[in-house]
């Protein structure tokens, strides 16, 4: 029995196990909105911008750790997910878009609500289709998925024609996905990763500072049993905030710009940087010329392109941070011993001076204004018990946030 090209697509997100869609209809996937408001296995989530239907997958994909799914029309649909996919991109979040497209016969011809899809969002996603076969679009969307989830996360783009949508064609899904050029590297070179637990074991002032690759991976357990194992800071990104917990004796809490000061002191006056899943963003490194002077870097990143691309790194290891830490640990519990506590006590003692003499304050004054930062903190307080998800705006309130609610580990990523 054959399908259409919109029956095709609602059983594709069957086998992806996809159980939610953020979308907002239009005229040239009015065939898909049927065939999906005649079933009851995918929920569509109706926004009222398409921009807020990507950011929602975003956060969807965030907070559950598949990717997150949303459904687009032609022309101003399309343009208005623009941003959505580029934050996704920026943030490496594992994205699918489907975006409707104007009948292949009348591509390229300036139709109503056309826009070239594929050249719009590719500066923003890691890779994207444009299906032109109703008997192609299987295979395709089992690729988007594998692209999206797989190796550095991101967002992919199908884009579907109105005519593909309407097709038939025979039902078949592939089991798995070989893409030529495309191989991500989980297992880390095993000699750069002993390298690695060699100058750990000599550091001084060793910093961990850690992204949102942790959070992505789910080594939230790995992170904590190497900075417990080693008696390591941790400093955190934005990103990487709750992959360690915030109230940990370890943590420095956020570093750069807007973190706090022992968390930037530290990074600044270490002696090895070990980079997890991080990317070296300007907020972070400020200078360049100028950024840990003092320091021996290792960097773990599944993103290859992403390692020496802002800083010069010592220790590049390539690799899933999940993998890379569990081989770093193993090699480490066989190693670590009572000395390196003893060898970095100055350095403890240096950072616990920096938290006393330069802490996160505010002043609230008894019958005044609530401060922002109090609100924070006593939602904080009030919430903690609960596994909260935490969602913000960009601005200052997000840097409220940032400091002053300390974020339990996500140990399932």
Same mark, same amino acid.
């Given at each position: 029995?054959?399908?259409t090209g919109?029956?095709i697509?609602?059983?594709?997100?069957?086998?992806e196990?996809?159980?939610?869609?953020? /979308?907002?209809?239009?005229?040239?996937? +009015?065939?898909i909105?049927?065939?999906?408001?005649?079933?009851?296995?995918?929920?569509?989530?109706?926004?009222?911008?398409?921009?807020?239907?990507?950011?929602m997958?975003?956060?969807y994909?965030?907070?559950t750790?598949?990717?997150?799914?949303?459904?687009?029309?032609?022309?101003?649909?399309?343009?208005?997910?623009?941003?959505a996919?580029?934050?996704?991109?920026?943030?490496?979040?594992?994205?699918?878009?489907?975006?409707?497209?104007?009948?292949?016969?009348?591509?390229?011809?300036?139709?109503?609500?056309?826009?070239?899809?594929?050249? +719009?969002?590719?500066?923003c996603?890691?890779?994207?289709?444009?299906?032109?076969?109703?008997?192609?679009?299987?295979?395709?969307?089992?690729?988007? $998925?594998? =692209? /999206?989830?797989?190796?550095?996360?991101?967002?992919?783009?199908?884009?579907?024609?109105?005519?593909?949508?309407?097709?038939?064609a025979? $039902?078949?899904y592939?089991?798995s996905?070989?893409?030529?050029?495309?191989?991500?590297?989980?297992?880390g070179?095993?000699?750069?990763?002993?390298?690695?637990?060699?100058?750990?074991?000599?550091a001084?002032k060793?910093?961990?500072?850690v992204?949102?690759?942790?959070?992505?991976?789910?080594?939230?357990?790995?992170?904590?049993?190497l900075?417990?194992?080693?008696?390591?800071?941790?400093?955190?990104?934005?990103m990487?905030?709750?992959?360690?917990?915030?109230?940990?004796p +370890?943590?420095?809490?956020?570093?750069?710009?807007?973190?706090?000061?022992?968390?930037?002191?530290?990074?600044?006056y270490?002696d090895l940087? =070990?980079a997890?899943?991080?990317?070296?963003?300007?907020?972070?490194?400020?200078?360049?010329?100028e950024?840990?002077?003092? /320091?021996?870097?290792?960097?773990?990143?599944?993103?290859?392109?992403? =390692?020496?691309?802002?800083?010069?790194?010592?220790i590049?290891?390539?690799?899933?941070?999940?993998?890379?830490?569990?081989?770093?640990?193993?090699?480490?519990?066989a190693?670590?011993?009572?000395?390196?506590?003893?060898?970095?006590?100055?350095?403890?003692?240096?950072?616990?001076?920096?938290?006393?003499?330069?802490? +996160?304050?505010?002043?609230?004054?008894?019958?005044?204004?609530?401060?922002?930062?109090?609100?924070?903190?006593?939602?904080?307080?009030?919430?903690?018990?609960?596994?909260?998800?935490?969602?913000?705006?960009?601005?200052?309130?997000?840097?409220w946030?940032?400091?002053?609610?300390?974020?339990?580990?996500?140990?399932?990523?």
């Amino acid at each position: 029995m054959k399908l259409t090209g919109a029956e095709i697509f609602i059983e594709c997100l069957k086998r992806e196990g996809v159980k939610t869609v953020f /979308a907002l209809p239009g005229g040239v996937v +009015l065939k898909i909105f049927d065939t999906l408001h005649q079933q009851k296995d995918v929920e569509v989530i109706l926004t009222r911008h398409e921009q807020g239907a990507g950011h929602m997958a975003e956060g969807y994909a965030k907070a559950t750790g598949k990717a997150g799914v949303c459904l687009v029309t032609s022309g101003p649909g399309m343009t208005n997910v623009i941003t959505a996919l580029a934050d996704a991109y920026m943030d490496s979040v594992p994205l699918v878009c489907f975006s409707g497209q104007v009948p292949t016969n009348l591509i390229g011809n300036d139709a109503f609500q056309e826009a070239d899809n594929v050249g +719009l969002s590719r500066p923003c996603t890691k890779y994207n289709f444009l299906v032109k076969d109703v008997n192609d679009l299987a295979s395709t969307i089992k690729e988007a $998925f594998y =692209i /999206a989830t797989t190796g550095r996360p991101g967002p992919v783009l199908v884009d579907i024609p109105k005519d593909v949508s309407m097709a038939k064609a025979e $039902f078949t899904y592939p089991n798995s996905v070989s893409i030529r050029g495309y191989n991500p590297t989980y297992d880390g070179n095993k000699w750069q990763i002993k390298q690695a637990a060699e100058a750990i074991m000599k550091a001084k002032k060793p910093i961990l500072y850690v992204g949102g690759g942790v959070v992505f991976s789910a080594a939230s357990q790995e992170l904590i049993e190497l900075a417990e194992m080693t008696q390591i800071p941790v400093d955190m990104t934005l990103m990487g905030l709750g992959v360690f917990p915030g109230e940990h004796p +370890l943590s420095m809490g956020m570093l750069g710009m807007h973190g706090t000061y022992q968390a930037n002191m530290a990074m600044h006056y270490s002696d090895l940087v =070990i980079a997890i899943g991080a990317r070296f963003d300007d907020r972070v490194t400020g200078k360049v010329s100028e950024f840990c002077p003092y /320091a021996k870097i290792i960097h773990v990143d599944i993103d290859p392109t992403s =390692i020496r691309k802002n800083i010069h790194v010592d220790i590049p290891i390539v690799g899933d941070c999940k993998t890379v830490l569990r081989e770093l640990n193993q090699i480490l519990r066989a190693t670590v011993n009572g000395e390196q506590k003893e060898l970095r006590k100055p350095w403890w003692d240096q950072i616990r001076e920096w938290q006393q003499a330069h802490p +996160l304050t505010y002043h609230q004054e008894k019958d005044g204004p609530i401060k922002p930062q109090q609100v924070v903190k006593r939602l904080y307080e009030l919430t903690k018990d609960r596994d909260p998800i935490v969602s913000t705006d960009v601005g200052q309130h997000q840097m409220w946030a940032a400091q002053y609610f300390k974020l339990a580990s996500r140990i399932g990523g």
